[in-house]
C-alpha cells in the first residue's frame, strides 16, 4: 500500500447528507459525495493488512479487490480503481449506494478503530468511470450461437445476463412488470437510488450491448412456458423473493392495510410518471402512518410517507432494540446486528421495539383506524406478553414490511415442475435446478437477501449455465471477471 501509516493520520469521513428539511420535499438522492483529495485521504486508511478480511465471504460476496482499488485512489490513479472494480462487481453504482457494506465491519481496521470507507470510495470510483467516459459498451469477441432466457431483470437477473451476453450467448431478459430492474426498480425508494440516472442508465447500455428486455411479461402466467424453452437453450430463474410475510390477525380484511412493497412499488411508480385513479392511490399523505417491520423494507415506508406529507410516522418491531456497540456473540469479522438510525428514521418516525401485534382496529365502513399492542419480553428465542402492557396506536393506513417467505408459486415455478425446498425456495444443485437446462440464482433460490449477494449468485450462475451451454469450462470466472472494461 501506497500510505501504510495512512489508518494513523486520517480520520474516517463520510459522505454528508442535504439537511433533512430539505430531501424530505424530493424524492431524489441527497448524499453529498467528497472531493477527490478527501477521497484521497480514505484510500490511504487502507492499513494493508495481512489477512483483507473486507473481500473474504465475511466481508464482500462478490470478492471485491477492496485493498487494491483503496489504493490506487490514494495514488489518484481513478482508472486503474475502475478496472479493478470492474473485474469482480457488475453493477456497483447500485452496490455503492444501497449494499449495508459488510466489507466495512469486515474490515481489520474496524477492530479498533474506524473502519475504511469503503462504500463511499467505491459510489466515488463508479461515478468517476461515469463522467470520464470509461464505461462503454462492451461486445463479446465471439458469439455461440446459444440463447438464454433469463425470467426476472432483478440484480441476479442482471448479472447473470450480463455475464453470459459477454460470454457470447444470446440474451434475453423476461420481466413480469412495464420496467426493467426488478427489486432495484419497483422496492428501493428513488431517494435511494435514482431510476433514471442510475438503474436505467445501466439497463441502457446493457441494450446496447445486445440484450434483449421484454417487459409486460409474466412467464408462466400470461406467457406460454413451454414457448419460451423451445426458443433458448438455457433458461435462468431469477424471480427474487416476491412472497410478503402476512399478519392474521384480527380484523386483517380492513381497508387501509397495504402490504410494503404494495405502497413503494406505487409511489416509485408515480415518481417515474405514472398516474393512479383515486381508487388505486396508496398514499399517506395527511394521515397517521403506523410501520409494522422495523427492517430496511420499514424504513424505506418510512422515508416515502414522510415525503408524500403524513400527519404521523410510527414503526414497530418485534424484536429488541439492538445494541449500539457489536455485541460478543457477533464478533469481528462478522456483520453485526447493531443499532444505527436510516437517514429515513432520522426524518421524523417514532421507533417502538419489543411490540407484538394484536388486532386492527376497524370502523364501521372498514377502514382501519388503529390497532392494538402489547409490549413483550424476551427470553433468548422466545418472548412473552407483559401483563397490563396493552396499548393502541392510531393509524389511518398501515404498511406491513415483515420480510418474505420465498418467490411466488403460481407462475413460473409452478408451471416448471421445479422442486422446492422446505422455506418454498427453488431448491437446486449448484445452481441447476431438478429440471435439465434451468438454473436459478438470487433471493428466489437462497432467500430474501442482499443486493450484493443477489449479484454474486448471478455471476456464479453464469458459469454453470456457460459450462452446461458449451460443454466446458470458459474464461468466465466469479473471482476475475475476464470481460470487463478494458
Known sequence: MGKQTGFKEYKRQNFTLSPIEERIKHYNEFTIPLPDEALKDQGARCMDCGVPFCHSNYGCPLGNIIPDFNDAVYKGDWETA??????????????????PAPCETACVLGINEPSVTIKNIEFSIIEKAYEKGWIKPLFPEMTTGKSVAIIGSGPAGLAAANQLNKAGHTVTVYEKDARIG???????????LDKQKVVQR???????????????????????????????DALVITTGAGKPRDLPIVNRD??????????????????????????????????????????????????TSIRQGAKSVTQIELLPKPPVERPDDQPWPTYPRVFK????????????????????IKDENDNVTGITCVRIEWDGRSFKEIDGSEFMLEADIIFLAMGFLGPLQEDVITKLYIEVDEQSNIKTEGYGTSQEGIFSAGDCRRGQSLVVWAISEGRECAIEVDEYLMGHKSMLNRKSQTYCHK
Not at 91 to 96: A, D, S, V, Y
Open 202 to 232: 445501466r439497463i441502457d447500455i446493457m441494450t446496447e450491448e445486445g440484450v434483449l428486455f421484454i417487459c409486460n411479461t409474466n412467464v408462466g402466467a400470461d406467457t406460454s412456458i413451454d414457448e419460451i424453452k423451445a426458443q433458448h
Open 341 to 360: 438510525l436510516s437517514t429515513s428514521q432520522e426524518e421524523g418516525a417514532v421507533l417502538d421495539f419489543c411490540v407484538l401485534s394484536k388486532s386492527f
Open 82 to 99: 475502475f478496472h479493478s472494480l470492474m473485474s469482480t462487481n457488475n453493477f456497483p453504482e447500485f452496490t455503492g449506494r444501497i449494499c
Open 254 to 303: 380492513a381497508k387501509g392495510i397495504y402490504f410494503a412493497m404494495e405502497f413503494l412499488a406505487q409511489n416509485n411508480r408515480r415518481v417515474e410518471g405514472d398516474v393512479f385513479s383515486k381508487d388505486e392511490e396508496i398514499l399517506a399523505k395527511d394521515k397517521h402512518v403506523v410501520v409494522i417491520g422495523g427492517g430496511d423494507t420499514g424504513s424505506d415506508c418510512v422515508g
Open 182 to 192: 426488478g427489486l432495484l426498480r419497483s422496492g428501493i425508494p428513488n431517494f435511494k
